[in-house]
């Protein structure tokens, strides 16, 4: 009785999961063809009303209007991007094998491995990216490029731009044609804690808190039916100077050290957190410490005072730079600390500090390097600032990385995650709950669809992606 | 510190994860070709045992000799097909986007996304297939295949087996050159409870009950640091007997499902257990069945008599025919009844009856398939047996099944996956704990590898698989 419509004890979240579970089979049904239209409808219809959702957005979130406007534009980017890879066939690993008598461990029948939709899928938007991780973002262009109706978890931090949005959101498929009940929101800490459990939801996409994420985690994973939870939670983001580096080009590196690290007010889960360096006290005579705009809500802004406090306060940990602050501004902040101290009190660099700030931690040789590497769990980014070319020990540690981070970088800065088929925004826990899936980029609409192989099924009950002739 | 080694409560346990952990690195390191020859050189030395290897097996699973080669031949054949997968690099979903200034969002930077193994794997071998799925089967070959150490848990129903099978391995890896502590096993339930608990441990791979299976994803999904869990714990897999498929084919019908169903002494997670027909009786009156050979182990034999005798004893159940028994041997049974049953008493279909036992529910209409389908929640296999090409009727059945099922099948058995590309073996909860993955086919090694983005990286720095001029 799994897929079994029930009630949900909050009416409002009952409301729009049973709208979601109506449109279930609709959404299945529609071609690539249908789905496409939708995303592009959608993406057109926010461009369309991007000067009041940008106003709306700059109200709530208190970030400047260009940023707004360029990140209105990767949503809508993102959108049509899915579409062209519905059009093109190359959206989810469809396979077909032909029937093939001589097969080596014995005849092998026609099998055709298509995608279903996984069914309804919950939605948590995030605080920082009001448009792009929020309302009409990646987990619901993933879903929704795939087929799956969208109940999303609206993020208290814009609540107006979030009903506007949704608004936009249902109007562009409705003109669409797409099936009545497709995409849907609920508001409240609450509402989403009872819908994580609710047997109509079939999957979760979560962008926020290591605590938020692992609460909502445990109870996906707790219920009677368990169902994939893909949590992107944040990370430290650790960036390496190497000797050549800081030789060669440290005027460089700590410009653009300081531009990332400040960036939208340093509210990015790919901010550069913790930056290894052979000279702290070189590094931090060259910073020029901006001013940073406000937070995006009081809570973030008390959030990151506290834990900067906190990590501030460790043996050790002396304050290297700090920019001005002013009325509800936080002061730009830029630790530094020792390869040693760290090594004996790994918080100073696993603790997530998100806002402006970043701890320096010197190094004295390779071995110091490898070691507060070693102290890393997963983190979304990891960067090397190395000279012109990777030398040996750039290659080390561009090597042991990799065992660390979703995306590894090279000699440009994490903040920024382009939205393409190569990307990938994901990593081992803690950086996610789900380490092999992304939730940037179009490999991200896998997590929302099933495979399924048609065994000897004629054409006329084949999707149509795996027909002879079909898209592929 | 997720990665640091730490010490097990188990000495033995602590043993095979401290060798895991001193090959990940290396293992990481091996190119596709030196795992493609690690594969072969399993498969080659597992050929070469399989006399005694496949007496061995006859002794300790009472599986017959020509089921048993075959499955050698399998589980060889498996490991030569990610071999091949590994050599001509599409295994798995590497993706390069060049560096374009002219990308829709802003610039893109040069962009490649490979593999990383996602860390030392535990695999919980099964009863039921003493080669393709315990020691050297398919978790194994998908796990090594992309350079993640493996330890198996191995099965207490063919012991001697599992420590021949791994003598062959670890013999075979060392002389094709693999590190050190790339393989090696472990016994006990105890075990297993605790290896899954152990942080070296970074994905589970487990075939086996519902129960079993339950427990330990729990654990998993519990750690402080949680990981993927692959379970695949079984099904009663639906088979639907159209109208059409009754006037048309009943002989077939009823002759095909009567060698599916007691194949291997129906101890296949794929069997068909319950089958929807328009006419019980005259299927009844069709069955001859045969006698079947012992089961694996007492434990299952157990459950089996168990399990049938709860689903024989509810309401409205009947014998509708029986085949011999003797000294071990349990006597293949059909059990009988009907859709308004089935409705009222859920269980009936939903009870795995792990063992050669069916039951046959008689329809009266499409409404009476469609309710009884909507009762199921995830199965492994669902099957339509209609006329010659799909009727309304039967693609309606089709299509709903797709809903439920990991494959769905028209007009042949479900017993039987082939291990190919295209391949699907999975389905939502309860049939697995990982919807949107296989344990069999080549696709099975994406669920132990790890994305990463190489943002801007030098050849140098980058995976083989993504440099310009690579393997793809």
Chains 1, 2 share one sequence.
């Not at 949503?75 to 991007?81: A, D, E, K, N, V």
């Not at 993933?142 to 969208?150: E, Y």
């Amino acid at each position: 009785m799994t897929g079994a419509p029930v009630g949900n004890p909050d009416p409002a979240v009952d409301r729009a999961l049973a709208a979601a579970e109506s449109a279930r089979r609709p959404a299945r049904r529609a071609s690539a063809g249908e789905r496409a239209h939708w995303l592009r409808a959608v993406a057109d219809r926010l461009d369309a009303s991007s000067d009041p959702l940008v106003a709306l957005a700059q109200e709530e979130s208190h970030l400047p209007e260009a940023r707004l406007r360029g990140e209105l534009a990767r949503t809508t980017f993102q959108l049509r991007l899915f579409a062209e890879r519905l059009d093109d066939g190359t959206l989810l690993d469809d396979r077909v094998d032909v029937a093939d008598p001589e097969w080596g461990m014995g005849p092998r029948p026609d099998l055709r491995r298509a995608h279903v939709p996984i069914g309804p899928v919950l939605v948590f938007a995030a605080s920082n990216f009001p448009f792009a991780f929020s309302v009409a973002g990646g987990d619901t262009a993933s879903a929704l490029a795939v087929g799956c109706p969208v109940v999303v978890k609206a993020h208290p931090g814009h609540p107006r731009l979030s009903r506007a949005t949704a608004t936009v959101v249902v109007e562009a498929l409705a003109a669409a044609g797409a099936p009545d009940g497709l995409f849907g929101t609920i508001e409240g800490t609450e509402a989403g804690v009872l819908a994580v459990q609710d047997p109509r939801v079939k999957a979760v996409g979560f962008t926020g808190s290591l605590e938020g994420g692992r609460a909502l985690y445990d109870l996906a994973s707790r219920r009677p039916d368990p169902i994939p939870f893909y949590g992107e939670l944040g990370s430290t983001n650790p960036v390496v100077v190497t000797r050549d580096g800081w030789e060669t080009r440290a005027d460089d590196v700590v410009e653009g050290f300081t531009a990332s690290f400040t960036l939208g007010s340093g509210q990015f889960c790919t901010q550069p957190g913790v930056v290894l360096v052979p000279d702290a006290v070189g590094f931090a005579a060259r910073l020029e410490i901006p001013a940073v705009g406000p937070m995006l809500t009081t809570r973030i802004a008390d959030g990151f005072a506290a834990s900067l406090d906190a990590v501030a306060g460790r043996d050790g940990v002396e304050v290297a730079a700090r920019g001005t602050d002013g009325a509800g501004v936080p002061a730009a902040t830029v630790l530094r600390t020792t390869a040693e101290r760290v090594l004996a009190d790994p918080t100073i660099v696993t603790t997530e500090v998100f806002g402006p700030a970043s701890v320096l931690v010197e190094y004295a040789s390779l071995d110091d390097v490898r070691d507060v590497l070693g102290l890393f769990g997963g983190v979304l980014t990891a960067t090397v600032q190395g000279g012109e070319t990777p030398d040996a020990d750039a290659l080390e540690v561009l090597d042991q990385l990799s065992e660390h981070a979703g995306r590894v970088i090279w000699n440009q800065w994490p903040t920024g995650v382009v939205v393409s088929d190569a990307q990938q925004h994901g990593g081992p826990w803690p950086a996610t709950t789900a380490p092999t899936t992304t939730s940037v980029g179009t490999a991200a609409a896998a997590r929302f669809a099933r495979p399924v192989a048609f065994q000897n099924v004629p054409p006329a009950g084949l999707p149509e992606a795996v027909r002879d002739g079909g898209r592929r």
